[in-house]
């Protein structure tokens, strides 16, 4: 069996290319290359040059073949790092009191490119249980919302305007952001929270954003 080396970055970026060496030791061994989480642009020697598709791993799985057939010989799990999330203001796994209506109401900062990439189309889904209120009865409301741009609706905007930290959720996901070169990428979906601010007595409310799996 051939051995098989792999020289790339500790982590990948979401929204850049990145270069692989595989480097494969034997009797001039045939090989093939599967990835997952990326795809392949171009193939020089043994320089792979890859882009990546979606926030999560990336793994590589080299195969050597042979006239029995093929067996792994080598296998490189990579964490792809999205660009930084912002819903109003607030960054990602963190929080605030207040959300900044401006022009953008959803966007990434990419490092790589330094710039803000807004979002291009997001579903926002609000959720309200009534189990911790007196009308425990009730069923649970869920209503989607769609948006064609990186502003809130209004429908969005009035969801937002009475959202009761105790009983409501909110969820953004179908994230999706257009990078300079005109490509596209999604974003992991969010969980809006809220909480009253019981350290000061003062009754408002404290935001905080989170990764969410739907």
Do not use: C, Q
């Given at each position: 069996m051939a051995k098989c080396e792999f020289i790339c970055p500790e982590k990948f970026y979401l929204e850049s290319e990145a270069?692989?060496?595989i480097k494969v030791k034997g009797r001039n061994p045939k090989i093939d290359v599967r990835v997952k989480g990326c795809e392949i642009r171009s193939?020089?020697?043994?320089v792979y040059h890859l882009r990546f598709l979606n926030p999560g791993v990336s793994v590589i799985t080299v195969y050597q073949v042979t006239e029995k057939?093929?067996?792994i010989i080598g296998v490189k799990k990579t964490d792809i790092v999205p660009p930084q999330f912002y819903f109003c203001g607030l960054k990602i796994d963190s929080s605030s009191k207040v959300l900044k209506l401006g022009k953008m109401h959803?966007?990434?900062?990419?490092e790589i490119y330094k710039t803000k990439?807004?979002?291009n189309k997001f579903y926002m889904l609000y959720y309200k249980d009534f189990s911790a209120s007196v009308k425990k009865s009730r069923k649970?409301?869920?209503?989607t919302i769609r948006a064609d741009t990186c502003k809130l609706t209004k429908a969005m905007r009035e969801r937002l305007r009475y959202f009761q930290p105790k009983s409501d959720k909110i969820y953004f996901y179908g994230l999706y952001v257009t990078l300079p070169d005109k490509s596209i990428r999604p974003l992991e979906p969010v969980e809006l929270q809220a909480g009253m601010d019981?350290?000061?007595n003062d009754y408002s409310v404290i935001y905080w954003l989170r990764r969410k799996q739907l």
């Open positions: 270069d692989v060496t193939v020089k020697g043994n057939g093929s067996r959803l966007y990434a900062y990419s990439l807004p979002v649970p409301i869920a209503d019981t350290i000061i």
